[in-house]
């Protein structure tokens, strides 16, 4: 602890203070006409800033010295994959997920059930825009046009066609995925900065599209009355159905863990994480770059056009308020918390993300500041997410030349 | 040195325009099967772009540039994209080391194997015995590969880890996995010590001995004369002297290139 980070935690605290004023210390009461001075706030802001500050240059002091020196700690995702390997802890410990997963709708109630479904959709979405901005390193801010295609095929096939929710499920897939292919074509030659700009765009288009074409998708006041996916054309009650589509969202993100592992790990995998680290360098030698980028974009968008579809089942009711671009970031935000291109670091993502909010509701008012503080805090001290990505090593057979 | 006359790469009348710089002038150059040919001259001479228009990467003004792998048609490669070019059996290293460098080091040479393979997103959902096999025969080439370059015992580690002379054996590995018959390199010593330029004098007469012809610039000069069948030297876009090492540092225009203007000039 030497002078000048003193020095500098006594800046930052006073920068605090005077940032948090208006909001922390004056209180204006419009009915009697005074103004309160919470005095003891301005101190309690000052003291805290001064603290976490103080904290952080410790922090980046401890880690700074760490550099050059080799740290004989294997990366965490490392760690736990050593950890997991042996089968004695890894039977016990997936069967207990396993576990907990088949009996949580049972032991919950159905709010907490309906919360898990979410978090499950969203763990679906991240892994899917994962494969786009994880894995092929494209920067894809409209990804929640997919999710609304998906979410409008179903509503509309189903009130206007009577189709039924398996039936729209493929569609809606194929669909989005189309979508993917119609946004890959414009921005095959974009890369970082522009090609964020243009999904954002073409993120907002598809929002437009559905809020203005009244006749097609009943704009802003959304369609209702979806129906709920029936099991075997048994009609459920509401409870019921809640418990299915928990079991389906499970059954789904199993799915998805599944095949995006395989992609992963396969030729176009390898091409994907070229394209991402360096485009020219990858044509050179030999991968076809467009084809690359839209299989990206294509099996990118297959994911949410299904949580679509699952999506429009579970509400009953969408309108494109629910296909924001603050979906689009939340999503992406799950990536990057937990660690691109790394599926555990996504599904840990998703989890904090969308279960720390609700469990943060008894914070009230302060709930979405806590929140942002926690999202600050993960960037600094782990800026390459939660679980960073490991490259596997791979078996040789070697040929007695 | 079995040199075969069919030219696997010829160059006619190649013209690169930048703005106003004119990086390539009417440049012309052949390599023949079996042969270790050298591109040379100063800084700026244009080089580095005579490799991005024969490679796709820049679209030249004007001019021709026809591959024939041995046994193969004659395929015009103007207008052609990089990966395209690549399949057709050019591959080519970078001056400025272009690796996948959060890929692991056999991971960047698997991407080499890619234009020789095929599996696609159903073979790597449900990966049915002949992706398997395709998948255990990339790993197991590219492994061979880094074996023969000598990289075989930091297979694992990220290429971004390794050692620039290290580097610069990965973009070779990684541009023999796509089964070139022409091998371009572009300045593959620089950085290299004497040993490593050493070894890398034995590796590239090892590539040219499997079947792949070699072109090769490079500013180390022991290192090609040494090295090469023929010499092009070119300045200002144009090609000002070839021929046999002997011949071409006889020349006087390249000793005038390379040491400046004479008094009398
Ligand atoms: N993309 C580009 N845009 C504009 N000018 C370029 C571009 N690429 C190369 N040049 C110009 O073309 C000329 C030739 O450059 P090049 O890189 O081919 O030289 P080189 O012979 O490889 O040199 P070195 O030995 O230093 O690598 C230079 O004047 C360079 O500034
Ligand atoms: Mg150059």
């Given at each position: 602890m030497n002078?000048?980070?003193?020095r500098?935690?006594l800046?930052?605290?006073?920068?605090?203070?005077?940032?948090?004023?208006?909001?922390?210390?004056i209180?204006?009461?419009s009915?009697?006409?005074?103004?309160?001075?919470?005095?003891?706030?301005?101190l309690?802001?000052?003291v805290?800033s001064?603290a976490l500050s103080?904290?952080?240059?410790?922090?980046?002091?401890r880690?700074?010295?760490?550099?050059?020196?080799v740290?004989?700690k294997?990366?965490?995702?490392?760690?736990?994959?050593t950890?997991?390997?042996?089968?004695?802890?890894?039977?016990?410990?997936?069967g207990?997920?396993?576990a907990?997963?088949?009996?949580?709708p049972?032991?919950?109630?159905?709010?907490?059930?309906?919360i898990?479904t979410?978090?499950?959709m969203?763990v679906?979405?991240?892994?899917g825009l994962?494969?786009?901005?994880g894995l092929?390193g494209?920067?894809d801010?409209?990804?929640?046009?997919?999710y609304?295609?998906?979410?409008?095929s179903?509503a509309?096939?189903?009130t206007?066609?009577g189709l039924?929710?398996?039936t729209?499920?493929?569609?809606?897939a194929?669909?989005?995925?189309?979508?993917?292919?119609?946004?890959?074509?414009?921005?095959?030659r974009?890369?970082g900065d522009y090609?964020?700009?243009?999904?954002l765009?073409?993120?907002?288009?598809i929002?437009?599209?559905?809020e203005?074409?009244?006749?097609f998708?009943?704009?802003?006041s959304g369609i209702?009355n979806?129906?709920?996916?029936?099991l075997?054309?048994?009609?459920l009650?509401?409870?019921?159905?809640?418990?299915y589509?928990?079991f389906?969202?499970?059954l789904?993100?199993?799915?998805t863990i599944?095949?995006v592992?395989?992609?992963?790990?396969s030729?176009?995998?390898?091409?994907?994480?070229?394209?991402?680290?360096?485009?020219i360098?990858?044509?050179?030698?030999?991968?076809d770059?467009?084809?690359t980028?839209?299989?990206a974009?294509a099996?990118?968008?297959t994911w949410a056009g299904?949580?679509?579809?699952i999506?429009?089942a579970?509400?009953?009711?969408?309108?494109p308020?629910s296909f924001?671009?603050?979906e689009?970031?939340i999503?992406l935000a799950?990536?990057?918390?937990?660690g691109?291109?790394s599926i555990?670091?996504?599904?840990?993502?998703?989890?904090?993300?969308?279960l720390?909010?609700e469990?943060?509701?008894a914070?009230a008012?302060?709930?979405?500041?806590?929140?942002g503080?926690?999202l600050?805090?993960?960037m600094?001290?782990r800026p390459?997410?939660i679980?960073?990505?490991?490259?596997r090593?791979?078996q040789?057979?070697?040929?007695?030349? | 040195?079995?040199?075969?006359?069919?030219a696997?790469l010829e160059v006619?009348?190649?013209?690169?325009?930048?703005?106003?710089?004119?990086a390539?002038n009417?440049?012309d150059l052949?390599?023949h099967g079996?042969e270790?040919?050298?591109l040379?001259?100063?800084?700026?001479a244009?080089?580095t772009t005579?490799?991005?228009?024969?490679?796709?990467i820049?679209?030249?003004?004007a001019?021709d540039?026809?591959?024939t792998?041995?046994?193969?048609?004659?395929?015009r490669?103007n207008?052609?994209k990089?990966?395209?070019?690549?399949?057709?059996?050019?591959a080519?290293?970078?001056?400025?080391i272009?690796?996948?460098q959060?890929?692991t080091v056999?991971?960047?040479?698997?991407i080499g194997?890619?234009c020789?393979?095929s599996?696609f997103?159903l073979g790597?959902?449900?990966r049915p015995?002949?992706?398997?096999?395709e998948?255990q025969?990339?790993?197991d080439h590219s492994y061979?590969?880094l074996e023969?370059v000598g990289?075989?015992d930091v297979?694992?580690d990220?290429?971004?880890?390794l050692s620039?002379g290290?580097?610069r054996?990965l973009e070779?590995?990684?541009?023999?996995?796509?089964?070139?018959?022409l091998?371009?390199?572009?300045?593959?010593?620089?950085g290299?010590?004497?040993?490593?330029?050493?070894?890398l004098?034995?590796?590239?007469?090892r590539?040219r001995?499997?079947?792949h012809?070699?072109?090769?610039?490079?500013?180390?000069?022991?290192?090609v004369m040494n090295?090469?069948?023929?010499?092009?030297?070119?300045?200002y876009g144009?090609?000002?002297?070839?021929g046999t090492?002997?011949?071409?540092?006889?020349d006087?225009?390249?000793?005038?290139?390379?040491l400046?203007?004479?008094?009398?000039?």
């Amino acid at each position: 602890m030497n002078f000048a980070e003193i020095r500098r935690a006594l800046g930052v605290a006073l920068w605090f203070v005077f940032l948090t004023f208006p909001l922390m210390v004056i209180r204006v009461d419009s009915i009697e006409s005074t103004i309160e001075w919470r005095w003891m706030n301005m101190l309690w802001v000052a003291v805290g800033s001064f603290a976490l500050s103080l904290l952080t240059s410790w922090y980046f002091r401890r880690r700074e010295a760490a550099v050059g020196k080799v740290s004989d700690k294997p990366p965490l995702a490392v760690r736990l994959r050593t950890w997991t390997a042996d089968p004695a802890r890894r039977l016990p410990l997936f069967g207990a997920l396993a576990a907990f997963a088949i009996v949580f709708p049972f032991l919950f109630s159905s709010y907490q059930t309906n919360i898990m479904t979410t978090a499950l959709m969203y763990v679906v979405l991240g892994l899917g825009l994962n494969i786009v901005v994880g894995l092929a390193g494209l920067l894809d801010l409209g990804y929640v046009a997919f999710y609304a295609v998906g979410a409008y095929s179903y509503a509309l096939l189903n009130t206007h066609f009577g189709l039924g929710f398996w039936t729209v499920l493929p569609i809606g897939a194929a669909l989005a995925a189309l979508f993917g292919i119609l946004l890959g074509f414009p921005v095959l030659r974009l890369r970082g900065d522009y090609l964020a700009i243009v999904t954002l765009a073409f993120g907002e288009i598809i929002r437009l599209v559905l809020e203005n074409w009244n006749d097609f998708s009943q704009g802003p006041s959304g369609i209702s009355n979806i129906e709920r996916p029936a099991l075997f054309g048994i009609e459920l009650t509401l409870n019921q159905s809640i418990t299915y589509l928990y079991f389906l969202m499970l059954l789904m993100v199993i799915i998805t863990i599944f095949v995006v592992n395989r992609l992963q790990d396969s030729r176009i995998g390898r091409a994907w994480l070229a394209l991402r680290e360096d485009d020219i360098a990858c044509q050179a030698m030999g991968i076809d770059k467009t084809k690359t980028k839209l299989t990206a974009f294509a099996l990118g968008a297959t994911w949410a056009g299904m949580v679509g579809v699952i999506f429009a089942a579970k509400t009953t009711f969408i309108n494109p308020a629910s296909f924001t671009f603050l979906e689009s970031a939340i999503i992406l935000a799950i990536v990057v918390l937990g660690g691109m291109g790394s599926i555990l670091g996504v599904i840990i993502g998703a989890f904090i993300l969308i279960l720390l909010p609700e469990y943060l509701r008894a914070l009230a008012d302060y709930r979405m500041l806590a929140f942002g503080a926690i999202l600050v805090t993960m960037m600094i001290f782990r800026p390459q997410g939660i679980i960073a990505n490991v490259r596997r090593t791979y078996q040789f057979t070697r040929k007695d030349a | 040195m079995q040199q075969s006359n069919t030219a696997i790469l010829e160059v006619k009348g190649l013209s690169m325009a930048f703005g106003g710089i004119q990086a390539l002038n009417q440049l012309d150059l052949k390599v023949h099967g079996g042969e270790i040919v050298a591109l040379i001259g100063p800084n700026g001479a244009g080089k580095t772009t005579f490799f991005n228009c024969v490679t796709g990467i820049y679209t030249p003004t004007a001019g021709d540039v026809l591959l024939t792998p041995p046994g193969q048609k004659t395929t015009r490669l103007n207008g052609l994209k990089p990966n395209v070019i690549a399949k057709r059996g050019m591959a080519r290293t970078f001056q400025n080391i272009r690796l996948f460098q959060n890929m692991t080091v056999l991971e960047n040479v698997m991407i080499g194997r890619h234009c020789r393979t095929s599996s696609f997103i159903l073979g790597a959902i449900f990966r049915p015995p002949h992706t398997r096999r395709e998948e255990q025969e990339i790993v197991d080439h590219s492994y061979a590969i880094l074996e023969k370059v000598g990289l075989a015992d930091v297979v694992n580690d990220f290429s971004k880890n390794l050692s620039y002379g290290q580097q610069r054996r990965l973009e070779i590995a990684r541009a023999l996995a796509t089964e070139p018959s022409l091998l371009l390199l572009d300045e593959p010593a620089a950085g290299m010590n004497p040993q490593e330029t050493q070894e890398l004098d034995k590796l590239i007469r090892r590539i040219r001995d499997e079947g792949h012809a070699v072109l090769l610039i490079e500013h180390d000069m022991k290192l090609v004369m040494n090295l090469s069948d023929r010499i092009y030297v070119m300045d200002y876009g144009r090609r000002i002297a070839t021929g046999t090492p002997q011949e071409v540092s006889a020349d006087p225009a390249v000793i005038k290139a390379y040491l400046g203007e004479s008094d009398d000039a």
